[in-house]
């Protein structure tokens, strides 16, 4: 999720977007067509007035039609087709009102005005796409065709609707044309993490997308030039270490004193060993790509580094599957197996350590008492426990480093009376 944070959030606008613009439509919609029913009903009173008169002239049907027509309406006549309309029928809108009908009156008295109020009910119907005009009085009822007006038509405001979310759709798309780039561009930069260091982040064009880029191409050339000159100033120091130390090892032999020989050999082969831990640790840390990691059995990886450790097979007990495979650079993780092998033995009470797979994770136990200090101070390099001890504290240092190159961290526990070291 976090990996598509702005997508989502882009795509979260855009359906918020779209939600927002329906409902909005969709209230424009009811409220348009209800002013469109609304100012046609209008019309009910026309219909209303001439039916009104028809009543009190007690005209012909003839004339009650001659009368519609003048205004485009058509008076149903057919029963059948009448009971069909109006069970069938949109009603549209209905209004009750009432009708006052007067007439004029004879009597001893004289003349006078005689008025009748009349409760009427006026319905608005749509049937196949036609308008109707349904007149109900107490006595009598008509339905009266408008040929002129036709039902609400949406297609406009579908159209309107249409043409806004097709815009906003490709907004989208040219927000997601935009963010290609971007997710290129994260995925060279994952790959340069993970060790390509000739990976190009170049690009065309003068977005902020392709400045950045631009930029990151830039700081890899010179974050290259500065680990080539790092690698090779180290390279060339450990080599003018190396002479002067093999040449002293040999002007060593020609010393008189066995006494002196023994103390300078002693030194410089410390020295050597000192500039061998160098450049390992060099080659650890300078480690770009894991091109050479391949698939090992573990118990392969864990005989070369009792072989490199030198040391009797009797000292260590291996109870690891021999099925089980890992993928690793060889040298270094047999260097890192090598190095824990070395501690458990020499901090140990019985001299022996052993080594199997617990949880699923490789663990070294030796017996012993637990570590004085927590494990992240003796995987600083120049650390130890006791400094009489013949080693350079750069032990267990190595072997956290060749760990995060293998995505693996160093770990400890200590229970009755075991120190067991885990490559979790």
């Known amino acids: 999720m976090r990996q598509h944070a702005v997508l989502i959030t882009v795509l979260f606008a855009l359906i918020v977007t779209i939600v927002s613009v329906s409902v909005v439509f969709w209230e424009f919609f009811q409220l348009n067509k209800q ?12 219909i209303t007035q001439i039916y009104r008169q028809h009543q009190q002239k007690l005209d012909s049907q003839i004339m009650l039609e001659a009368n519609l027509a003048v205004y485009n309406f058509v008076l149903e006549k057919d029963e059948r087709d009448i009971a069909i309309i109006l069970k069938n029928a949109k009603l549209l809108k209905k ?12 009597s001893g008295d004289g003349f006078y005005t005689r008025s009748i109020v009349v409760d009427l009910t006026a319905s608005m119907l749509e049937f196949n796409n036609k308008i109707y005009f349904y007149i109900q009085a107490p006595s009598s009822s008509v339905l009266i065709l408008d040929e002129e007006l036709k039902p609400y038509k949406y297609w406009n405001v579908a159209y309107a609707y249409l043409v806004i979310i097709l815009i906003l759709s490709l907004s989208f798309v040219l927000i997601l044309r935009k963010l290609k780039p971007l997710i290129r561009l994260r995925k060279k930069i994952a790959l340069y993490g993970d060790g390509d260091m000739n990976i190009s982040f170049q690009a065309k064009g003068c977005d902020e997308i392709a ?26 120091i450990m080599h003018e270490l190396k002479t002067p130390i ?5 002007a060593t032999q020609m010393l008189e004193s066995q006494k002196q020989r023994d103390r300078f050999s002693s030194i ?3 020295l050597e060993s000192l ?10 840390t300078s480690l770009g790509d894991k091109t050479d990691f391949k698939e090992y059995r573990l118990v392969d990886i864990i005989d070369g580094a009792i072989d490199m450790a030198m040391i009797e097979r009797s000292s260590v007990t291996i109870d690891v599957d021999a099925s089980h495979k890992i993928s690793a650079n060889y040298r270094l993780y047999t260097t890192a197996i090598k190095n824990m092998i070395d501690n458990g033995i020499k901090y140990s009470t019985d001299s022996h350590v052993t080594i199997l797979i617990k949880n699923g994770e490789l663990a070294f136990e030796s017996k012993g008492a637990c570590i004085s200090h927590p494990l992240k101070y003796y995987i600083e390099p120049f650390t130890k426990d006791n400094p009489a001890k013949n080693s350079f504290g750069l032990g267990l240092y190595l072997v956290d480093s060749i760990l995060k190159v293998h995505n693996q961290v160093l770990a400890h526990e200590y229970e009755n009376g075991v120190n067991r070291f885990i490559f979790a």
């Open 246 to 250: 093999a040449k002293g090892t040999i």
């Open 268 to 270: 410089f082969g410390r």
């Open 275 to 284: 500039v061998n831990e160098f450049a390992l640790i060099e080659e650890v």
């Open 211 to 236: 400045l950045i880029s631009n930029e990151l191409e830039a700081t890899r050339r010179k974050i290259n030039v500065i680990l080539e000159s790092r690698t090779l100033f180290l390279r060339n």
């Open 35 to 46: 002013h469109y029913i609304s100012h046609i009903f209008t019309k009910h009173a026309t």
């Open 95 to 106: 209004k009750d009102f009432q009708n006052v009908n007067s007439s004029l009156l004879f």
